[in-house]
């Protein structure tokens, strides 16, 4: 750990949705400011991918083109942090995984030392269904780190352009 924070190492959780970048960007700023080292996630969630094949809402033909699509997206998302990272001077470990993203959080989590996880924010929880099925507030009450959400989106953007 670094001598004057309690963490140096940071995860930040990348699901593709404005949330998520604009939790990037924050954890960015946090890594250049601290000089914890940087790691970013994006988890396929192939569990979800599944459960619609077994739903038949999916043949297997059109789940390997739906997983291609996601595959590039993941890519996408990674060299996406990737570019903030640089423009900021920090050096982001970019990784794609695919499976239960709240379980490959923890596995990932507990692989690499991490912590603190950096998420974006939880959405707001209208049915129980939905509070068994979001992955965000799961990684919010399962993690074996620390967990910072970001809320802010606007504010976010903003401290990012400034500095």
């Known amino acids: 750990m670094s001598e004057n924070y ?3 190492r940071i995860l930040v959780y990348l699901d593709g949705s404005e949330g ?10 946090l890594a250049r400011s601290t000089g914890a080292s ?22 297997s033909q059109e789940k390997a083109e739906y997983l291609e699509d996601l595959n590039k997206d993941a890519r996408r998302h990674i ?12 050096t982001v470990r970019g990784e794609i995984v695919e499976g239960s993203p709240s379980a490959e959080v923890s596995r990932y989590i507990k692989a690499n030392g991490i912590d603190l996880l950096v998420l974006g924010p939880v959405n707001m929880i209208r049915s129980r269904r ?6 965000n507030d799961r990684m919010l009450r399962t993690a074996s780190c620390p967990v910072l959400v ?3 989106d606007e504010k976010l953007w903003q401290m990012f352009e400034e500095t």
Do not use: W
């Not at 998520?20 to 700023?29: C, I, N, P, R």
């Open 38 to 59: 940087l790691h970013a996630l994006y988890c396929i969630n192939t569990k979800a991918l599944g459960d619609l094949v077994k739903a038949h809402i999916f043949v």
């Open 79 to 90: 060299r996406h942090i990737e570019k903030l990272a640089q423009s900021k001077n920090v």
């Open 150 to 152: 970001c809320r802010d």
């Open 6 to 8: 309690p963490f140096s």
């Open 130 to 135: 939905e509070e068994l099925t979001s992955e």
């Open 20 to 29: 998520s970048m604009s939790a990037s960007m924050y954890a960015v700023l």
